[in-house]
């Protein structure tokens, strides 16, 4: 996210997913276009021992933790996936892949599921064991605290959950969950030893760097790992450092002071890509962007309305315009790209004939609506404005409202009508546990049905992944003809390398497992 | 002297009410904006079980005065609080942004009092021929330039493109003495704006100065250009001048965010722009403090010179 407004003062940006709601995992990412096969097929050659690699990110100022299961921002996502693993994270398309855990079971009922760890160390040298497992799960759902990842977890009944070897762990979970793998993917779910507390003086995780030095807000130095689980990293020593203003990034990669910059803007990619001095890398279908409709209150409780909303959306022009071109259109269906997603369904285009003759029937001519947006993401206010003209040529009258950036989120849950949205990355399934049933904490488009919930139930409890596809798909038939969620496009991710950077995963959109993964990377 | 004593006493009062009412003001402008630390903290994930939850963990159900109460009550101990996005001292989030600060504001105050005054002095002695018409068109030029787009042309000539000098500060926010390199072009932006109006203000003093009866009473002695220039007009010229240093100098402590922004310096204006992008009071607030007390102090110490230098201008302090 970042503050288009103010070019001096733009800020660091929240994650853009997360997990909430009772199956949530979350995780950015995403990915399904382009990109390369892998280092190798890019031909970026044989992997080079050594080096010190410095990435330049938004940070949290000198409020900053290394306390994993509070990691709230990209900065903090990335120095935790350097520290610590996760028993699960996502691949390219957002499926859960397997990393701690090495493999998981499930009984019959799909409530008991059997975890085996593989065979790994933290730092100091200590097996990474069940008991340390069960103890950052405990810590992460204490009701006392409110770390991120807990509401991910709620599945889980940890109390009743065991270790059944030193690297096999029974998860007892609260109902049938098909996607349990994604639980255990979840944003925020590192794996820290047993009793592991103080994280701001020497932290030890199981991750690909050990911990060296830390000052919140400005830098944190991190060395191989030698005795990693997957193979030490290529690089002797990773530096984050933190530079909030996007010019500043730019300027820091151009003027060879880091060889990572993360989260450039479309115009600075343009005016760099190319040109040989840097290297742009895009992870496509990081960010959906979309407005969200209020299902449930004038003029959005009518389903007609909210067609002729589909309709009225010309995508080309929101993503030429709004994000200069980084991204793709969108379907109206979260995850393009992503495990389950109902790529058979038409793609729509505006229709303005067809926009003001639904709003007719709905008797709903001359409308006026006020669409809420704030600076707090890439393109917002611009997307507002480009709408308001788009539906101005269907008779409506919007009325762009500046919300504060600070407490956007918040602010849109349940209040107004219409409001511009962004998420990362996360799976299907996340994404309609946290935002599309009757119980979802952050159900901003106001969608709850019985019905859909059965839906949703129903594809949590079938074993089998194809007929699971059919479940998923009749509900996004569903949101697709009639839901809140007018998703206009997926944007991208955009990083700026050194050319001495090599092994950058591009087919990894922000947050997953191969974004940042800085244990891949080699300089030459 | 015992004027100047009440006029110490009665300024040093009047400025621990400032601060009082900057802070009660800051609390009250802080407490205002939407949300609070834990919307703030909630982000794009706004679960409202979570935010009551982070709520509560952060103490924020309990009622708006006695939280103000309990800090004050600290600070009366000399304590600032604690920050409650992180749970540190406020103390050390103020001593760790104070050095950066001090350091870019010790450098700027070096350079900037003997080029403003240099300046002024030159473009009063020549006044209406070249040199003063070039600093006068000079100055106001460079005047008219905002910060930011001074501070993104400076990098792009000189850190992008001669390669001369590092384009930000980024990584050295420790050890930025060791990198003096990476502080010419903050500096160099941080100057541009006062050395214009500090010379410009040099400059009107010193001609209206040299215009005066006493000047030509004292030219009239037969007394050295030179002399009357630096012992007679300069400080006269000098007193509405040392006010405006020392609103630099307060400008200079109290956070310069665009320039720290720009070249990644973690100074007290990164500070504070996090802090309230956080809605973390505690921060906020002792910021107030500490900015509060600068201000009056740095104000009080330019009365004192203006004084001294010109006695006639501090009757009216």
Redesign the interface.
Known sequence: ?HDERL?????RG????????SLGTLALTGCGGSGSEGPDAKGDGTPKRGGRL?A?FAG??????LDPHLA?LFADAARAKALYDKLADYGADLSAQPRLAEKWEANKTLDRWQVTLRKATFHDGEPVTAADVLYSYRRIADP???F?A??SLEPIDLDASRATGQRSIEFVLKRPTAEFPNVLAAFGAYIVPENASDFDKKPIGSGPFRFVAF?????AVFRRYDDYWEGAPHLDEL?F?????E???V??L??G??EYAHELDPTTARAHEGKGQVEIVRLRNSAMQAFCMKTDRAPFDDKRVREAFFLIADRKELIDGALSGAGVIGNDLFGRGYEYYADGLPQRAQDLDRARSLLKQAGAENLKVTLDTSAVAAGFTEAASIFRDQAKKAGITIDVKM??K??Y???I?DNGTLCCY??GAMPIEAHIAQRLLTGS??NATKWQHKDFDALYEQAQSTRDKTERAAVYERMQRRLYAEGGFLIWGFADWIIGTAGTVKGVEAKAPANTLDWARFDKVWLT | MSGLRSFLARRLLLGALQTVAVVLLVFALTEALPGDAAVALAGDQPDPARIAAIRETMHLDRPTHERLADWATGLLHGDLGTSLTSGRPVGQYIADGFGPTLLLATLTVALLVPIGFGLGVLAARHEGRLADRLISSATLAVYAVPEFALGVLLVTVLALQLGWLPPTAVGYGTDLLGHPAALVLPVLVLLSRPVCSLSRLVRAGMIDALASPYVAQARRYGISGTRIRYAHALPNALAPAAQQLARTIDWLLCGVIVVEALYVIPGLGTVLLNAVAERDVPVVQGLAVVFGVLTVVLNLGADLVAHGLAPRAGAAA
């Open positions: 996210m070019p001096g003062l733009r800020r929240f994650l853009t997913a997360t997990g909430a709601a410095r330049a949290g100022g000198a409020s900053e933790t709230n006392q605290q409110a991120r807990k509401a000052t919140p807000g400005r830098s530096e450092v933190v530079a909030n203003e010019s500043a990034r300027n820091a151009l003027g002071q880091v919300g504060s600070d407490s989120w918040a602010d849950l962004r998420s904490t952050t």
